[in-house]
């Protein structure tokens, strides 16, 4: 009787060896991107921190996380919490070290967390919540990083449960080590317009690029010369509110040079981090950073450069209200 009781015990431990295995895999698997499926079987984890980013931007905040919220997240309001900050009398701008440790920390978040980011999967412009909050906590030095691709919307559509209330985070003590591979400033957008060795991508739609438009904190109308028009929405599908099939992506971004480095831009920062995210995470592209002071930034000083398509008659048209 003992070599099959043997056998019969060398046959469990496989098998529960295959089971460990099985269910360790999503967490090895994951991605930039994650879907509702992987984030259910991901709940209770250790180290595992869902971040519902829900603000007015969606039409959203803490008030509809309340409400209803993936169970065991917490409540960041992108608008609010301090994910952007005003410095040197600029808006949205990335916040100083201290800031972030603060706001990371008080989050529950370390270096050890696995963070998937959560927005309310109803826009591009709400997916640029999520991929600016990303590209800040990459930034700040996190690198276990994932966005719920879909969103609240999609958690709620496969029809998995949801909390009420509020989750309060327990606080820790997060040591931010900055990368500045992924940021841009003034100086580097001046280098590549100096010795051309660069591409300058503008993520905004085509009437702020043609300069029809302009936002409320820039100062002038028109892109930074040179720069590659590339819609942060049209990477986007508006039908199911999750980005486009990878294959669709990268049709999309070949109109970036390649083999370059890039640097995306756009009004704040804001939907030039869903290009950069699609870019650099999504596309693998290296070399791919985020101008997060964008067009607010550069043209603070009119001796900078804009390139315009905009008219005395677009002017005429302001004045009176017609339109653009």
């Given at each position: ?62 008030e509809a996380y309340a409400r209803a919220h993936i169970p065991g997240a917490v409540h960041s309001d992108y608008d609010k919490a301090g994910w ?112 051309g060795n660069g591409a300058l991508v503008d993520a905004r739609a085509p009437p702020y690029f043609l300069g029809k438009l302009k936002a409320d ?8 010369p040179g720069a590659i028009s590339l819609d942060s929405e049209t990477f986007y599908d508006p039908k199911t509110n999750r980005l486009r099939p ?79």
């Open positions: 009787m003992r070599p099959p009781l043997l056998s019969l015990v060398r046959m469990l431990v496989l098998a529960l060896a295959a089971i460990s295995a099985a269910a360790s895999a999503p967490a090895q698997e994951a991605g930039p991107l994650v879907s509702v499926d992987w984030l259910k079987l991901q709940l209770g984890q250790p180290n595992l921190v869902i971040l519902d980013v829900r603000s007015a931007i969606d039409g959203g905040g803490v952007r900050a005003t410095r040197d009398g600029l808006p949205f701008m990335l916040p100083t070290i201290a800031q972030l440790e603060k706001l990371i920390g008080e989050l529950g978040i370390d270096e050890d967390s696995r963070v998937v980011i959560v927005p309310a999967g109803v826009s591009a412009t709400d997916f640029g919540s999520a991929t600016r909050v990303y590209w800040t906590l990459k930034v700040a030095g996190l690198s276990r990083l994932s966005i719920l691709d879909g969103g609240q919307a999609a958690w709620v559509a496969a029809g998995y449960g949801v909390e009420t209330g509020t989750n309060t985070p327990s606080p820790t003590i997060f040591t931010a080590s900055l990368n500045r591979d992924l940021m841009a400033v003034t100086a580097d957008v001046e280098k590549i317009l100096g010795d904190a820039a100062q002038a109308y028109g892109h930074i990878r294959a669709e992506l990268a049709a999309i971004a070949a109109r970036v040079p390649a083999a370059v480095p890039v640097v995306t831009y756009c009004n704040t920062g804001h939907w030039a981090s869903t290009d950069w995210f699609v870019l650099s995470e999504l596309l693998g592209r290296r070399d791919v950073r985020l101008y997060y002071g964008s067009t607010v930034d550069w043209t603070s000083d009119p001796a900078r450069p804009v390139s315009s398509s905009r008219t005395k008659w677009d002017d005429i048209k302001r004045f009176f209200r017609l339109g653009t």
